[in-house]
């Protein structure tokens, strides 16, 4: 096998900055731009996704860039056993997407499970073969997500699913991937596969973009706990679907600390500082103001602000959650309307690279 460069996954604070020069170009040239981003359909979206990423792709989508949005379900598989779910949690992360503001009858936007998309899935053949086992053995995300799945056989899918994800990307070519910081490492390979499929077999005409990725400006979101990153798992999540007196018991038993003044102060308080980033995404006042105003009246007060603002930001979304739930034929029409876009794009990229690759016939 010929010498591969090495992956190089460079660090968070480079990533940012070229994201911050990406974010501007969007905005000046928002055709020039294909985003393809996506989700595993493990469950509903909380509160973290909302202000963590789906906000993010809500307002380059209103930039009117054009949206691929995949649903990662053969993934699902990679570090779990349980696959009773897929299906209901395909329709009903479709459903968050729009109640958010994605909105699939524009034209621009489209929302498909790439179990559907068989041209999509053939691309990890030649992806698979232009990286070694060392690299994948290498990837601190998939490292990581091994120790938490708490399995001890772990299946090649895990190894394999960031090629996977590379193929979901590129399949329509996609060039901007908003993400989180564990998905940098992802991005990376996607990035050298791109590179190395174009310098292997196309060398005078590149086939496949270098998707860059955006990274969010929301801080990482804490569960109610405080102390751990905000996910369903983990019991300490918020969901979008959640009533308004589930949001305001969740509230009520969040974790804060002995101090009785507020104040923001995230390295020593992350509890307290966590509501507050919470409150000033929902409201856009600065969490430093907010301490303020509220200082003396302590965690109660906190608390009780928070839940307010919360299900009052929530409230049209929640709304819209309903009206979408009763109607799931329209949730099915958007998923194959997705679908066929998305299978369209995935056999023309297919016959392309069928051809740098002579296999032609
Ligand atoms: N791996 C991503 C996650 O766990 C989901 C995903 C699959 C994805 N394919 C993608 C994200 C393509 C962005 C682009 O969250």
């Known amino acids: 096998m010929a010498d591969f460069e090495k992956i190089e996954y460079g660090t968070y ?27 595993r359909p493990t469950g509903r979206l909380h509160i973290g996704h909302l202000f963590g990423s789906l906000q993010n792709r809500v307002n380059l989508h209103k930039l009117g860039v054009q949206t691929y949005i995949v649903i990662a379900d053969y993934q699902v598989l990679t570090d779990r056993d ?38 999509l899935n053939q691309l990890l053949l030649p992806f698979l073969t232009l990286v070694t086992n060392a690299e994948l053995d290498r990837n601190p995300t ?60 196309a060398n005078r005409q590149p086939v496949f973009p270098e998707p860059q990725p955006l990274l969010s400006k929301a801080p990482l979101i804490l569960g109610l706990d405080g102390s751990q990153k905000m996910s369903k798992s983990r019991n300490n999540a918020i969901m979008l679907s959640a009533t308004e007196d589930e949001t ?32 000033s995404l929902a409201t856009g006042e600065a969490p430093e103001l907010i301490a303020e105003r509220i200082g003396d009246g302590g965690a109660g007060q906190l608390k009780r602000e928070l839940t ?54």
Do not use: W
């Open 13 to 39: 604070e480079a990533a940012l900055e070229k994201s911050r020069e990406l974010e501007i170009n969007l905005v000046k040239n928002p055709e020039k731009y294909r985003v393809l981003t996506g989700d």
């Open 82 to 119: 349980t696959f009773e779910n897929i299906s209901d949690n395909i329709k009903q992360l479709t459903i968050d997407y729009i109640a958010a503001g994605i909105d699939p009858e524009d034209g621009k936007t489209f929302i498909f499970p790439h179990s559907h998309v068989p041209e």
């Open 142 to 201: 998939v490292k990581e997500e091994i120790q938490a799945s708490g399995q001890k056989r772990i299946n090649a899918g895990m190894y394999t699913y960031p090629v996977h994800q590379a193929a979901d990307i590129l399949f329509c070519k996609g060039n901007v991937v908003p993400v989180g910081k564990d998905q940098l490492p992802h991005l990376e390979l996607t990035r050298t596969i791109a590179r190395r499929f174009n310098e292997k077999f």
């Open 248 to 279: 305001a018991s969740l509230i009520k038993k969040a974790k804060t600390d002995s101090q009785r003044t507020i104040t923001y102060d995230p390295d020593n308080r992350p509890e307290v500082s966590n509501l507050l980033m919470l409150i």
């Open 308 to 361: 307010e603002a919360l299900n009052e930001y929530l409230r049209p979304i929640r709304a819209r959650r309903k009206e979408l739930e009763s109607d799931m034929e329209y949730i099915r029409k958007t998923l194959r309307n997705g679908i066929a876009e998305a299978r369209k794009v995935a056999e023309a990229t297919l016959s392309e690279v069928r051809k740098v690759m002579n296999m032609e016939i």
